[in-house]
């Protein structure tokens, strides 16, 4: 099987970019996860298609212009993907937070006093560090 040319492996890894970028505003992990999948997948072709093409002669018209897009299409996937990872770092504190204060035996006193029963308050949560 001869690998695909470099305009339809740019076109696809573009395609892939944009349904991944679009998954990360809008769709669910789940989905998100399969679209980074689905990017790797055509970045595996996009490689071979780049190293069967080589540098024999400069990049044709079509090529550059599927590149542009391409690196466009890029850069927008990073910038959302970044977004993405400093919202779920910011919501995975504020939840490590909320858990470590809700594990807190002092939360479930009036301070200063000690409960009768030293066993009766359980911890709510396990905070995970790897979380």
Do not use: W
């Amino acid at each position: 099987m001869s690998p695909p040319s470099l305009v339809s492996a740019a076109r696809r890894m573009a395609k892939t970019l944009q349904k991944e970028t679009d998954c990360a505003r809008m769709g669910s992990l789940g989905d998100l996860a399969e679209a980074a999948e689905a990017k790797k997948a055509a970045l595996q072709e996009f490689t071979l298609a780049c190293a069967a093409r080589g540098q024999i002669s400069p990049a044709t018209a079509a090529e550059r212009t599927e590149l542009r897009r391409l690196l466009a299409h890029a850069d927008e996937n990073a910038l959302i993907l970044e977004a993405v990872s400093a919202t779920l770092q910011d919501l995975s504190g504020k939840l490590r937070s909320a858990a470590a204060a809700v594990a807190d035996p002092g939360t479930y006193t009036v301070s200063g006093r000690i409960p009768r029963r030293l066993g009766r308050h359980v911890l709510a949560a396990c905070v995970n560090a790897s979380v």
